[in-house]
């Protein structure tokens, strides 16, 4: 209505014809733009009212006329889930119920007693307590199944059921009832509970006299103030060069990436760059404070678990010449999630813009927009992915995540390792193990001898350790194919030879990969004596990627020439 009392203003005869003829056709072009603007804005307006209301209408009509009964919100849901993955992983709907659940998730907080817990059949078992928190104060291990919570059963519940009831308010109590491994009654425990924060830094320390090393796991708040103490802690103990492990970092705040990035490089400069199609996400973003260290070697460890705000981190390395990027590819998530208030206490978690690194490049891999025919939801092909320079003249590319400057194979876990660990054989070894021993000595120096792997080949026997190889699938598939055309009885002798010598090497895959396996085992004997920060230290001396940092920052030419151009 405004616009229309302004054109109608705008065009009065007598006001018109009296501007000169070049200001009457500005005044022309204006409308025109005015015009054509509102219509779009009207015309985007009618198409949204217009579904929602065909959405509206189908939804009444389905609850009032469908044979069965419809659970409204169940079918609410599944409509809502089923809109937003059509745009892309990121963009979720959170709940009333949920929205507690994505706080912890996002921040680490919460008030309960500090322990991982997973569903083992119909039970529920400790799998992972954190160390300085009431579950481990209070000696709950790892393999205890939890039988009662203040006097309810839980045996059959589900870990949300159970994860409900050990929660709750800091300073009060909850009593458990448990059974444990080589103790023939349940042992009773009273905890109580206190605010829960699961730091962001799982472990830092030193690796030899002057290196240090820090293993960030996500980026939670307070993850900048979390590396900033450790690394002026591993300055009083003599770090002169460091690695920064982000494998397995899924990311986290946008704010956070910035500020630890700011640590290493110098004060004022771009970070990142977000875009999108609303102007107001359309930032830039600078560090605001001066560098921990601007000049000490840094190595940053990255794998393709990596993503989001480890790829801006360990990208903006890269650009400024600052780092060494070590390991495998990351992830390759360029894209900025915001979350956004909803109606009754309902959240959404919205994709609402692209993040550009210093050297202009977003490392978004996987196109979720349908502009283009038939390239929706595809990994961008590495012929398409564009060139760009870091400082000092460095190639580097788009989409596709962060290639590292020194590239290293990923280790692929065996069929057997991933069958021992799914069976959870390895994990009822190591409860068996701790039930049995006291004490261990200090994780740098626990092996798995001969005599505990053959411990452990004997505690395996009678055990089904069965699982099916691609070439069994193709072996397989072969006789069936063979047998529909008539051709397997020529082959069949061959064929059974084949199954049973295929056999025969299943047999030997412990021995085969003993080596793989013990690391494995002893992970998780470490982690029942020294938890998550044991468990990390354990696998220094076998860690490929670690140990190549170490060699490059033991060699100052080395790491000076991979950081220059060719």
């Not at 963009?91 to 322990?115: L, P, R």
């Not at 799998?127 to 000696?139: M, S, T």
């Not at 350790?465 to 082959?491: G, H, M, N």
């Amino acid at each position: 209505m405004r616009l229309y009392s302004s054109l109608r203003s705008l065009f009065s005869a007598q006001r018109f014809r009296a501007l000169p003829v070049s200001r009457r056709i500005r005044h022309l072009a204006l409308v025109m733009v005015l015009a054509t603007s509102s219509w779009a804005l009207t015309n985007n307006y009618f198409e949204i009212s217009k579904h929602i209301e065909i959405f509206a209408t189908l939804f009444r009509e389905i609850n009032m006329y469908y044979v069965d009964d419809v659970d409204a919100g169940k079918l609410m849901k599944t409509g809502i889930d089923a809109m937003l993955k059509s745009l892309d992983p990121y963009t979720d709907f959170i709940a009333e119920s949920d929205v507690e659940n994505f706080k912890i998730m996002t921040t680490g907080q919460y008030g309960g007693i500090g322990a991982l817990i997973a569903k083992v059949g119909d039970t529920v078992v400790i799998a992972d307590p954190y160390e300085g928190f009431p579950a481990q104060k209070a000696d709950l291990r790892a393999g205890d199944q939890l039988l009662k919570i203040n006097g309810e059963d839980v045996l059959g519940r589900n870990t949300d059921d159970v994860s409900k009831l050990l929660k709750g308010q800091p300073k009060t109590e909850v009593k458990v009832l448990i059974a444990r491994m080589g103790v023939a009654k349940p042992i009773e425990k009273v905890l109580l509970r206190e605010e829960v924060k699961v730091t962001s830094v799982t472990y830092s320390g030193m690796l030899n006299e002057q290196v240090g090393y820090v293993n960030l796991s996500a980026f939670r708040v307070d993850a900048g103030n979390e590396i900033q103490k450790a690394m002026y802690e591993l300055k009083t103990r003599g770090m002169k060069s460091m690695v920064l492990d982000l494998r397995g970092n899924p990311g986290g705040s946008l704010d956070e990436a910035v500020r630890i990035s700011g640590f290493f490089i110098p004060r004022g400069s771009k970070v990142v760059d977000t875009r999108g199609k609303v102007k107001e996400w359309d930032k830039s973003y600078q560090t605001t404070n001066d560098p921990v260290d601007a000049e000490m070697p840094v190595v940053v460890l990255v794998d393709g678990s990596s993503a989001s705000a480890s790829e801006i981190v360990s990208g903006v390395l890269q650009d400024y010449d600052r780092a060494l990027v070590v390991g495998q590819k990351t992830f390759g998530k360029g894209l900025v999630q915001t979350v956004r208030p909803l109606t009754y206490n309902t959240q959404v978690k919205v994709t609402t813009a692209k993040y550009y690194i210093p050297s202009g490049r977003c490392i978004q891999a996987i196109e979720y927009s349908d502009k283009e025919p038939g390239i929706k939801n595809r990994r961008v092909a590495d012929s398409l992915r564009r060139e760009f320079k870091t400082a000092a003249g460095r190639v580097v590319y788009d989409a596709g995540g962060v290639t590292p400057d020194v590239a290293l194979a990923t280790d692929t876990a065996s069929n057997i390792l991933v069958t021992l660990v799914n069976k959870r054989y390895l994990f009822d070894f190591a409860t068996y193990y701790r039930s049995r021993c006291t004490t261990l000595p200090e994780p740098e120096q626990f092996v798995v001898s001969d005599s505990l792997y053959g411990a452990f080949e004997d505690y395996l026997k009678g055990k089904d350790l069965s699982y099916t190889t691609e070439s069994d699938r193709s072996l397989q598939d072969f006789k069936e194919k063979a047998i529909r055309e008539k051709y397997f009885d020529a082959v069949q002798d061959e064929y059974n030879a084949l199954v049973a010598r295929k056999h025969h090497d299943k047999s030997r895959d412990l021995q085969k990969h003993r080596a793989e396996i013990s690391d494995y085992l002893k992970q998780e004997i470490v982690g029942r004596y020294y938890y998550q920060k044991g468990r990390l230290r354990s696998t220094f001396a076998s860690d490929p990627e670690i140990q190549r940092a170490l060699v490059l920052l033991g060699q100052p030419s080395d790491y000076r020439r991979l950081l220059q151009v060719p």
